[in-house]
């Protein structure tokens, strides 16, 4: 079993940049492949980013590659999304998610869930 708390949502402007982070308590967290979703209002939660055991291999979603990277420090049991150039369509609640299936992109293939961390990108 894991716990996870994300923190550092907020409000920021389109262009902008953010940086969440999610504290992992429990059990082994290099044990876990670690991803980012997200969920706007009225939305399905989306995949976002994830990134391997160790943290050699990351995926994004194509609508934030190249402005999201996904990080993580095992010895911190610390994951983290960067966020840079920030726009208005990014709104919506950030979810962490530990899972034991890598490439996966599915809800289903994570078993752990923070409870969000909202993000909101005015025009």
């Known amino acids: 079993q894991v716990q996870l708390v994300e923190s550092g949502g907020g409000l920021v402007q389109a262009g902008g940049s953010l940086r969440l982070s999610c504290a992992a308590s429990?059990?082994?967290?290099?044990?876990?492949?670690m991803g980012w979703f997200r969920q706007a209002p009225g939305k399905e939660r989306e995949f976002v980013a994830e990134i391997s055991w160790s943290g050699g291999t990351t995926y994004y979603a194509d609508s934030v590659k190249g402005r999201f990277t996904i990080s993580r420090d095992n010895a911190k049991n610390t994951a983290y999304l960067q966020m840079s150039s920030l726009k208005p369509e990014d709104t919506a609640v950030y979810y962490c998610?530990?899972?034991?299936?890598?490439?996966?992109?599915?809800?289903?293939?994570?078993?752990?869930w923070g409870q969000g961390t909202q993000v909101t990108v005015s025009s």
């Open positions: 429990g059990r082994a967290f290099s044990s876990y492949v």
């Open positions: 998610a530990a899972g034991a299936q890598f490439r996966s992109r599915s809800l289903r293939d994570y078993n752990y």
